[in-house]
């Protein structure tokens, strides 16, 4: 096995793997190795590896996985797994700098519009886009360290408020699409839901427990405000803020092959689907890895919320 750092546009939280045998999984010492990698780095990418079964026990490294809500995305014989798929014929359209896309998804930490939000996943492409369909990734622990010592200082006690809405360019902050032509059947159906979904909060600045390392913990798309800072001033300081978070020079932008398989921390990375030609197709399955970090509160309440309104996106 083979483990070597990966560098795109100055990004630093990714590493490869190549040439893990799925045997290998058995063993304690590499499943510790492993689970230290992506504590340590945040993405974990393997090379030469297929199956759902093998996305799974990489998935399981991490913790106990979630099944999703949604019974219709589970994929069969495999309710671990959720089918994301994109075709002509039922798929998102955006207009995103001037040209359509399939399948686009702004920056963001999956499920941090409810205050659950789980530990990461492992995603695996069924059928790769021909062309496009990269999958981005930006390290907020590398972002943290990026801040001037003043917004450091402004944001630490802070908190951001979320809520759900998955027609992304209504997004307040951020990249976000100019328009969307087209909603899929996977977005339309809990859209009709959204009144079930009370404001969440998530701070804006937490500690990785094994490191002691900070994390700006900010997702662009969902994100409504500040709390207690409804108003110009805030919403300018955040928006600052998610400058520092979505700064693509320090992306990393998987181009996706057969035989790949990506780990990642949802809790410090957050991540994009930069999108596919409108006529294309793109069929990927995701793992959730169960998690809780404990910092997440419904605005104006102390109870949790229904796990079954956790849609993964």
């Known amino acids: 096995m083979d483990i070597r750092p990966l560098s795109n546009n100055g990004a630093h939280c990714v590493v490869e793997v190549v040439g893990l045998d799925p045997d290998m999984l058995k063993d304690a010492e590499i499943r510790q190795r492993l689970y230290d990698l992506w504590v340590w780095n945040g993405v974990v990418v393997f090379r030469g590896l297929s199956g759902a079964d093998v996305q799974l026990e990489i998935s399981r490294i991490c913790g106990d996985l979630q099944q999703h809500p949604v019974r219709e995305s589970w994929v069969d014989g495999h309710p671990d797994l959720i089918n994301l798929r994109y075709t002509p014929e039922d798929g998102s359209v955006y207009e995103v700098d001037g040209k359509l896309v399939g399948a686009y998804l702004p920056w963001h930490s999956d499920l941090v519009y409810v205050d659950k939000i789980n530990h990461g996943g492992v995603l695996r492409p069924v059928e790769p886009a021909r062309e496009g369909g990269a999958t981005g990734f930006i390290d907020q622990i590398a972002s943290y360290d990026r801040l001037p010592a003043r917004l450091r200082e402004r944001i630490e006690s802070l908190d951001v408020i979320y809520k759900m809405n998955f027609f992304s360019e209504q997004a307040r902050f951020g990249p976000r699409p100019t328009r969307r032509v087209r909603a899929g059947n996977s977005i ?3 859209m009709q839901r959204q009144h079930e979904y009370p404001r969440v909060l998530h701070p804006m600045v937490y500690t990785q427990t094994e490191t002691g390392r900070k994390v700006l913990n900010v997702s662009p798309w969902f ?24 700064d693509e020079s320090y992306a990393y932008f998987h181009q996706w092959k057969a035989d790949d398989m990506v780990l990642w921390d949802n809790w410090r990375v957050l991540h994009c689907a930069t999108g596919v030609d409108p006529d294309s197709r793109r069929w990927m399955q995701r793992t959730t890895i169960l998690g809780d970090y404990a910092l997440g509160r419904v605005e104006g309440a102390s109870a949790k919320m229904d796990e079954s309104l956790a849609i993964s996106i």
Do not use: W
Not at 231 to 243: F, H, Y
């Open 223 to 246: 994100a409504v405000g500040i709390q207690g800072m409804e108003n110009a001033d805030g919403d300018a300081l955040l928006e600052e803020v998610i400058g520092y978070c979505t």
């Open 188 to 190: 339309l159906r809990p």
